[in-house]
């Protein structure tokens, strides 16, 4: 997969800190140590020079064979009377190594001049950030989500717009509690305000939180990225790939795109893709089902029929109610 110079430099600096906060650390406890136990300066400063002894002692004739066995007996006897004092220290033997958050590369991102798994995983993290940077993530949580704004009052059949919605909110926030790659697909639908952004990103949220590669976009937003890329406008970033392959991909306002043949053609292929390997998607919009079929094609609302779970909401405009409430409050 593709990224963008920024998303690897990104990536590489957060490996460069994370390597040196590992041996900072390590540089930290050899300092306590040396001060507490002098003698283990002076142990590893002769472990150091042996391998300049062993060479000199090559250089200039001696037996190297016998040379060496001494100096690895010598050596281990130097490694036990440390260890020796990290024990009496009360201290584990490796506690003066650096402790890399990948053993692998040494917090590298390299190991045999490829490309380690560790540095893959930051790449694919820093990219989602990247995508989500304009997503007002932190704003949006389940606590936040307030019922007060839907109505008591219930209609004919005993039904109001606040039970209605309560249940609505129950389904997300189990949904997000017990999110997996398994996950089923949701359609959030209604009018303009009602809280289906907000619902999303909680979602998004708390599948973050758990660890799972989320991208969050409004589908404006997403189509205008990868018009830019396919055109070359912009640099390549294979944001097509991020959108296939992160665990949950949250598309917000379908139907507000410019409607062209490039964008219906690539938001079928998300959506399809997705849902042909399974990986769960959420979709927010104001149109209606009908609509939905009408902008773009009934075998596009064929695939949200079959594989999504349709979430009515319902209500009055709720940022407009929050304006007027302000409003009012400051009158």
């Known amino acids: 997969m593709g990224y963008s110079r920024?998303?690897?430099?990104?990536?590489?600096?957060?490996?460069?800190?994370?390597?040196?906060?590992?041996?900072?650390?390590?540089?930290?406890?050899?300092?306590?140590?040396?001060?507490?136990?002098?003698?283990?300066?002076?142990?590893?400063r002769e472990l150091a020079t042996t391998a300049i002894t062993a060479a000199r002692a090559v250089l200039h004739g001696a037996d190297a064979k016998a040379h060496l066995n001494r100096l690895k007996e010598h050596n281990q006897a130097l490694q036990r009377e440390l260890d020796g004092l990290l024990q009496e220290a009360g201290l584990p033997k490796d506690y003066l190594e650096p402790h890399y958050a990948c053993p692998r590369c040494s917090d590298t991102g390299y190991v045999d001049g490829r490309m380690c798994d560790c540095l893959k995983k930051r790449l694919r993290a820093e990219a989602y950030r990247s995508l989500n940077t304009l997503t007002p993530l932190s704003l949006s949580t389940f606590e936040t989500f307030s019922l007060d704004y839907y109505s008591e009052q219930a209609d004919a059949s005993g039904r109001s717009e606040r039970g209605a919605m309560a249940r609505v909110l129950d389904i997300c926030m189990t949904y997000a509690q017990n999110f997996s790659l398994r996950s089923s697909n949701l359609i959030l639908m209604g009018g303009t305000g009602l809280g289906k952004t907000h619902l999303s990103l909680a979602i998004a949220n708390a599948a973050i939180e758990k660890g799972f590669g989320v991208v969050y976009g409004s589908v404006n937003n997403i189509v205008s990225k990868l018009e830019r890329e396919h055109f070359g406008r912009e640099e390549e970033t294979d944001t097509g790939s991020l959108l296939l392959d992160c665990d949950l991909l949250i598309l917000d306002d379908l139907g507000t795109e410019f409607r062209t043949a490039f964008a219906v053609a690539e938001i079928y292929n998300i959506v399809n893709t997705r849902q042909m390997a399974q990986r769960p998607t959420i979709i927010s919009t104001n149109l209606t089902m009908k609509e939905i079929e009408e902008r773009y094609t009934e075998r596009f609302a064929s695939r949200i029929l079959g594989g999504y779970v349709r979430l009515p909401f319902c209500g009055r405009d709720v940022r407009l109610q929050k304006r007027m409430r302000r409003a009012a409050d400051q009158g």
Do not use: D, G, N
């Open 6 to 44: 920024e998303v690897y430099q990104a990536a590489a600096a957060a490996l460069a800190e994370q390597k040196a906060r590992a041996e900072q650390t390590a540089e930290t406890h050899r300092t306590e140590l040396y001060s507490a136990f002098p003698r283990a300066e002076q142990i590893e």
